[in-house]
């Protein structure tokens, strides 16, 4: 009776471990920032994740300004050719998913949006800030309206706003998006857990037509984040931290010129270049910002060496801070740097270069204590008589010296040098109109 109760309690045990087992997963990730290589390659990788692990649904809780149209297409073709559903978030409250981010909502197989959210304004910028001309704008949005008809025809979504929000960059409230006919997006939640809830049991198409029902109750929720290097590498693209990297690395070059072998600062500087260019690679930055950037350094400089009354100085700052102004390019507030930053980092840098290269000319022009230059105007005391263009002994700094003199010189006299010919010294008496050097 005993073992037939504990086979009973096996056989129970074992049942409810492959009733935990048969629990749906869900792969969740979020990402709030701008859409950039670094960006795409964590989304991707995400996604491949939960294929491999068989997840029954893929979400990712976006926020995002917008980015790179080339790092949207690689996320929207993993989107595409995942074997696991994908549903886009955007969330929670507040927040927005513009530009890119209004593409990859619309390449999901889910669109969801929480109450208070907007996407849209999807029209296309030029990558480094600049103005596009007319005939490049309108192929750049006409290629890009088209991929956005073609993704929001293949998911039932609403063409006519879709292009709206390409061509005229029209955004849309979840409300909006909601009760568009056909809608753009499929459900309003409040949460993840809420967007779950309600897509359990759902029917949905994905993109190669293929209809899939959701079965998400009591599902396993695994939460992606980024490695360590994308989080790094994914910070360095925030417009403050490529602004600091680039003033830093220009500062540590310019302490390296002016200090030849101190190494760190050179090391340091440039590495931070390098840093700053990687991030200009992605953010939309106007090269006449870093041009007038790096013509104010130049300004400061010249100014320890030409005399212009602070004139220079003037414009250096002057320029930094008006580079500073113009170094991103974009009406987002995400992408926009800021007075409170500009305005500190400018005097400061403009006050510590001002300092470095005074201290460097200020050594340049101080005498030389050694070597042949530094014997000249040395007071010197003469040990025997030196007769005109004779020959005699003097003592400076501790040491005897042969000299010669185009005057008459006594034993014991006070003499200064005058001339250094190799071990051969000329002196002359002192006067006081004779600059003394100690």
């Excluded at 005993?2 to 492959?18: E, H, N």
């Excluded at 910070?235 to 600091?244: F, N």
């Excluded at 540590?252 to 840093?275: D, Q, R």
């Amino acid at each position: 009776m005993v073992k037939s109760i504990s086979l009973i309690g096996i056989v129970v045990a074992t049942g409810l471990v492959a009733a935990a087992d048969t629990r749906p997963v869900v792969e969740t990730a979020t990402f709030d920032g701008i859409i950039h290589p670094v960006s795409a390659e964590f989304i991707r990788g995400a996604i491949a994740r939960a294929d491999a692990e068989g997840a029954a649904l893929f979400v990712l809780t976006l926020h995002t300004p917008g980015g790179l149209l080339d790092s949207t297409r690689d996320i929207n073709n993993a989107i595409i050719n995942a074997k696991t559903p994908v549903a886009v978030y955007v969330g929670p409250a507040g927040n927005r998913a513009a530009s890119a981010g209004f593409l990859i909502t619309m390449a999901a197989d889910v669109a969801a949006m929480a109450p208070g959210t907007h996407i849209g304004a999807a029209h296309p910028v030029q990558g480094s800030g600049e103005k596009m001309d007319e005939v490049m704008a309108k192929k750049a949005a006409s290629d890009t309206a088209a991929y956005a008809r073609t993704l929001a025809t293949q998911r039932g979504r609403n063409v006519t706003l879709v292009e709206q929000a390409v061509l005229e960059s029209r955004s849309y409230t979840e409300q909006e998006a909601m009760k568009a006919s056909p809608p753009l997006i499929d459900v309003i939640a409040s949460d993840v857990p809420d967007l779950l809830r309600k897509l359990d049991g759902r029917e949905i198409r994905r993109f190669n037509g293929a209809k899939t029902t959701l079965h998400l109750a009591n599902a396993d929720v695994r939460v992606i984040t980024m490695t360590r290097s994308q989080q790094i590498l994914s910070a360095i693209a925030h417009p403050q931290i490529a602004y600091l990297l680039l003033t830093l690395g220009t500062l540590g070059l310019t302490i390296e010129m002016w200090s030849p072998g101190a190494l760190v600062p050179g090391i340091a500087g440039g590495i931070c270049l390098l840093l700053a260019f990687f991030a200009f690679q992605v953010l939309p930055v106007s090269y006449a910002g870093v041009l007038l950037i790096l013509f104010g350094f130049v300004l400061l400089i010249l100014e320890v060496k030409i005399t212009s009354h602070g004139l220079l100085a003037v414009g250096g700052v002057a320029s930094i801070f008006f580079g500073s102004l113009m170094l991103i390019d974009s009406p987002l507030p995400e992408l926009q740097i800021g007075l409170r930053m500009i305005l500190p980092i400018t005097l400061a840098l403009s006050g510590i270069i001002l300092f470095l290269v005074r201290l460097g000319v200020q050594s340049q022009r101080r005498p030389a204590v050694t070597g042949e230059v530094g014997m000249l105007h040395t007071p010197a005391q003469a040990l025997t008589s030196i007769e005109p263009g004779g020959v005699g002994r003097v003592s400076t700094r501790g040491e005897i010296w042969t000299a010669t003199a185009e005057e008459p010189i006594h034993a014991g006299d006070q003499v200064v040098v005058t001339n250094v010919q190799g071990l051969l010294l000329t002196v002359g008496k002192r006067r006081q109109d004779v600059k003394e050097r100690v």
